[in-house]
């Protein structure tokens, strides 16, 4: 028998939405379900949940006042009209003991993600494993990191220590700043960096000189069968400037070019954004033409020794491991290692003309001055005199070669022993030398690509004692194509001629006179100040020693050899300086 279901009268309303008016003044009653509370509903209420199985409970015998409160209510079930959960009344049981053994299908809480953020931190998780190339990479990282970490505190307490002497022996120009001079310029050197220009392949204009054969049985020197540096005290060096050059002037009265120029002095402006120390160069306007000039002893004529470290150097002069006392000595290896390196025998291979700076009778170093001309512009050539210092035959063609020598002075300042580490790890001596002298590398580098050397011979050159400033030995030659070794070392030629290119062009933008061009000390940056036209004539003379620590004063052959721009021996010169 199926139950019938009635349903209540329902008034019809023909005019509009809901009942009547009529309808529901006079309303038939209707019959509503028993057992079922009613509850007034009101439109600011809220609508509930009418079950929410996701909430766990304390089970009855807790204290009933503990039970939470319904969703929207104050603690009062009867405030949620929809909230039934908790009113006991609403739905009597048949036995109020059941209560106890009720239980909820799923009363667990949501798990929590096992791979989230939280459990990195969570120390009471067991951490899952990992794979054994992972772990491997983890553990170099580890080490990589500690290794770092030991290497900065290392240098950090090292710098601490000798940090004022390294400022003080930065911050000290090449040439004294006069009041009377008028700055014309300053150029950051980060606008240098931005530059470039290409010039075409330039013209031989003349050879001077002769060159003597490199001996091969040197490029097989290890540090195992080392050979001591020999001292050449009657040889003569030239270390002659561009407007002393009678070459140089026979070929600005024939107007060969506009700008003349040395490739000493044009390696140094080429290689300005990686130098430290300070440096000057002369310039004079004379008419159309532009002269680059280096001053009578001038710091271009030394070498630079640990320039690029960030390791101190003791700011005393007479210290042997001063920046100055360095310099001397390794214009002194210098000297020596391109003499003994050749191959004694008299045979030379001579050019057009013979040496221009030396005297009939002479005993004169194996070099060759290389005249050669760059054109800058449709109106504007450079001259400049390059050296090679050695020639050799490769497959029946002489090659020229140029001739240097780096200079081992403390392991510890370097941290690399050369004695140690230059049979095995030369790659690693050459980094360290790179990082310490890297303006030094970079001009030589230079002048190899000026003179158009085929190969340029580094040679590694250390002290006998650490403590003994006289005495060296060869521990190894090197050699390399220059233009090879720029890429290497990152040395842009055409960065390198947009320099020249832009100094030029605002030099020839200046009226008659004499300028210097002055590395700044401290900031990396060059500053053009115009000069009176007789400025460094005589030269600056530095503060006189007490009697004590005079020497003798030079004999009329030795005054004569500095009015040529010679010098015998650079070891006269820092026996000089110990003194």
Not at 59 to 80: E, F, I, L, M, Q
Not at 175 to 201: A, C, G, H, R, Y
Not at 382 to 396: G, M, Y
Not at 511 to 538: C, H, M, T, W
Request: negative net charge; contains cysteine.
């Amino acid at each position: 028998m199926v139950g019938v279901f009635e349903v209540g009268a329902v008034p019809f309303n023909p005019d509009g939405w809901g009942p009547p008016d009529s309808a529901a003044a006079a309303s038939t009653t209707i019959t509503l379900p028993l057992h079922v509370p009613f509850a007034p509903f009101s439109r600011s209420d809220k609508l509930g949940r009418i079950a929410d199985f996701t909430r766990s409970f304390p089970s009855s015998n807790a204290n009933p006042s503990n039970r939470p409160s319904s969703r929207h209510g104050a603690g009062n079930p009867a405030d949620s009209p929809f909230d039934f959960s908790h009113d006991v009344d609403a739905f009597p049981l048949a036995n109020p003991e059941d209560d106890s053994s009720f239980r909820l299908v799923d009363a667990k809480p949501p798990p929590r993600p096992k791979f989230g953020p939280k459990w990195r931190f969570n120390q009471n998780r067991p951490q899952l494993p990992q794979r054994r190339d992972e772990e491997v990479e983890a553990r170099k990282r580890e080490a990589e990191k500690e290794r770092a970490r030991r290497d900065r505190l290392y240098n950090l307490n090292r710098s601490n220590q000798n940090q004022q002497r390294r400022e003080a022996a930065i911050f000290k120009s090449s040439v004294d700043i006069q009041p009377e001079w008028n700055m014309l310029d300053q150029i950051p050197f980060s606008t240098f960096s931005k530059l470039s220009f290409s010039v075409p392949e330039p013209e031989d204009l003349l050879i001077c000189g002769a060159l003597e054969y490199y001996d091969r049985s040197f490029d097989r020197i290890t540090p195992k069968n080392e050979r001591r540096l020999e001292r050449f005290k009657n040889c003569n060096f030239f270390k002659v400037t561009t407007t002393d050059d009678p070459v140089i002037r026979r070929l600005a009265n024939e107007d060969k070019a506009t700008v003349f120029a040395t490739d000493t002095i044009l390696s140094t402006l080429m290689c300005a954004p990686r130098s430290v120390y300070s440096w000057d160069i002369v310039i004079q306007r004379v008419g159309n033409k532009l002269f680059f000039d280096k001053r009578d002893g001038s710091q271009l004529d030394l070498l630079s020794v640990h320039e690029t470290s960030q390791e101190p150097l003791p700011e005393a002069k007479d210290d042997i491991n001063s920046a100055y006392s360095l310099s001397v000595e390794a214009a002194y290896i210098n000297q020596n290692f391109s003499q003994q390196v050749l191959v004694r025998d008299g045979n030379k291979v001579s050019f057009d003309e013979p040496n221009p700076f030396a005297n009939e009778g002479d005993e004169v170093a194996s070099v060759a001055y290389r005249y050669r001309r760059w054109k800058l512009d449709n109106d504007m050539h450079l001259v400049a005199r390059c050296e090679v210092q050695s020639v050799v035959d490769v497959n029946n063609q002489k090659s020229f070669l140029t001739l240097n020598a780096l200079n081992e002075f403390d392991p510890k300042y370097s941290g690399v022993d050369w004695r140690q580490k230059l049979e095995t790890q030369r790659g690693a001596v050459l980094a360290t030398e790179l990082k310490n002298n890297a303006n030094k590398l970079a001009k030589w580098t230079a002048q190899a690509i000026l003179a158009n050397a085929d190969l340029m011979k580094l040679g590694y050159v250390s002290r006998v004692h650490p403590r003994d400033h006289f005495n060296h030995v060869i521990l190894g030659v090197v050699g390399y194509k220059p233009r090879d070794f720029a890429a290497q070392i990152n040395l842009n030629t055409a960065n390198m001629w947009g320099i020249v290119k832009s100094v030029v062009d605002l030099c020839m933008k200046l009226n008659e006179g004499k300028y210097v061009l002055v590395k700044d000390p401290s900031k990396p940056q060059v500053r053009i100040y115009e000069v009176p036209a007789d400025a460094f004539e005589n030269d600056y003379v530095e503060e006189p020693l007490p009697e004590e620590e005079q020497v003798q004063p030079p004999t009329e052959d030795a005054e004569d050899g500095e009015a040529n721009g010679t010098t015998n021996d650079v070891e006269d010169k820092e026996i000089v300086a110990q003194n």
